[in-house]
């Protein structure tokens, strides 16, 4: 159980172009899913949380316009970087926590992109 | 905020000896602290937790105990084996809410 999904595992694209990844809680419903950057050999660095039906709540210094986030249902959230640029490059990770006040958090396994 | 701090950085164990992570926390309202394993390449996978109104919880090999005085928590894996081997990061919530601040991750490698 409390399995998460993320897709595209890896993507490469040109820098100027958007890119959509999508997480997924595939046995249970996820009223808060969390997204995070991780750097080569650092920890996890959360970017923005977010509740189904509602805007997302991003940490200080993330760029809401530029990654944007919708948490479309309890089982689905996107993370959408816009206009990329090299220095996004990174491990991109969401989370999904099933709420009743557990604070459980089940990790994706991640999503590698690189911007040319 | 919460700020939480991990030792060792790196760890190197003998096959079948016992490895111990140790972190610390400053809020004293946090009160859920997990511990994930993450391979090279993929995402983190929540190994144990363990919450305020205990003091130790341990499943097979590892067990966390965790010191609410000190505001010290620690991961404690026995008869280590070679596919334990990861990167471990502990975590705690901040003031009972539901984000979790991590820890900077241990590198653990045991050799056969």
Known sequence: GAVVSQHPSWVICKSGTSVKIECRSLDFQATTMFWYRQFPKQSLMLMATSNEGSKATYEQGVEKDKFLINHASLTLSTLTVTSAHPEDSSFYICSAEPGQGFYEQYFGPGTRLTVT | ?112
Do not use: M
């Open chain 2, 1 to 112: 905020g919460e700020n939480v701090e991990q030792h060792p950085s790196t760890l190197s164990v003998q096959e079948g000896d016992s490895a111990v992570i140790k972190c610390t926390y400053s809020d004293s309202a946090s009160n859920y602290f997990p511990w994930y394993k993450q391979e090279l390449g993929k995402g983190p996978q929540l190994i144990i937790d363990i919450r305020s109104n205990v003091g130790e919880k341990k499943d097979q090999r590892i067990a966390v105990t965790l010191n609410k005085t000190a505001k010290h928590f620690s991961l404690h894996i026995t008869e280590t084996q070679p596919e334990d081997s990861a990167v471990y990061f502990c975590a705690a919530n901040n003031n009972g809410a539901n984000n979790l601040f991590f820890g900077t991750g241990t590198r653990l490698t045991v050799i056969p």
